[in-house]
T-cell receptor, first 114, second 111 residues
Framework: EAGVTQFPSHSVIEKGQTVTLRCDPI?????LYWYRRVMGKEIKFLLH????????ESGMPNNRFLAERTGGTYSTLKVQPAELEDSGVYFC????????????FGPGTRLTVL | AQSVTQLDSQVPVFEEAPVELRCNYS??????LFWYVQYPNQGLQLLLK??????LVESINGFEAEFNKSQTSFHLRKPSVHISDTAEYFC?????????FGDGTTLTVKP
């Protein structure tokens, strides 16, 4: 069974540009999560989808971040415009229902904003 | 709100020595506890988890962790480490679909 995949693995952009990160969850997993680790600090929750609906987006830092999950399959996280402090590793995770199930993480996308 | 504290940011040990990576959590509700490992240049991998039942949980590669409710701890231990255990280890608490992570502990195993 394929795991959670993320694309790209690395992205280097300049401040003010737009970047879109993609996450493909494990097939059949209704729950999809985005997390971020900035500058070696703790991994922080960004948001949670159940199928195509946003269940909890309390961790989204500001309105420059937009997450979508069309059709309840893959998800994208767009940062527009990117700022220096957005640099970090963005992790995606998925899990089946219920919410107590283990979250399976992807390899992450390392974003560097110059 | 829940929080997770990993008490050591760096743990250097010699090969075949025992190791303990400490994790404390705080939560007003029941949580599920996890240890994840991130090897160099790889993603997060689940190492072991406590959901319910026996408070001692084990992984396939010799790690174990004990859930201690009275001390709100979930320390990770291994009686004899290998060079290949060098990695960053994260303790996490899951509640209502949201994982809260500690800052991570870098375990460096030296020959």
């Amino acid at each position: 069974e394929a795991g959670v995949t993320q694309f790209p693995s690395h992205s280097v952009i300049e401040k003010g540009q737009t970047v879109t990160l993609r996450c493909d969850p494990i097939s059949g997993h209704d729950n999809l999560y985005w997390y971020r680790r900035v500058m070696g600090k703790e991994i922080k929750f960004l948001l949670h989808f159940v199928k195509e609906s946003k269940q909890d987006e309390s961790g989204m830092p500001n309105n420059r971040f937009l997450a979508e999950r069309t059709g309840g399959t893959y998800s994208t996280l767009k940062v527009q415009p990117a700022e220096l402090e957005d640099s970090g590793v963005y992790f995606c995770a998925s899990s089946p229902l219920p919410l107590t199930d283990t979250q399976y993480f992807g390899p992450g996308t390392r974003l560097t904003v110059l | 709100a829940q929080s997770v504290t990993q008490l050591d940011s760096q743990v250097p040990v010699f090969e075949e020595a025992p190791v303990e990576l400490r994790c404390n959590y705080s939560s007003s509700v029941s949580v599920y506890l996890f240890w994840y490992v991130q090897y160099p240049n790889q993603g997060l991998q689940l190492l072991l988890k406590y959901l319910s039942g026996s408070t001692l949980v084990e992984s396939i590669n010799g790690f174990e962790a004990e859930f201690n409710k009275s001390q709100t701890s979930f320390h990770l231990r291994k009686p004899s480490v290998h060079i290949s255990d060098t990695a960053e280890y994260f303790c996490a608490a899951l509640n209502a679909g949201k994982s809260t992570f500690g800052d991570g502990t870098t375990l460096t195993v030296k020959p």
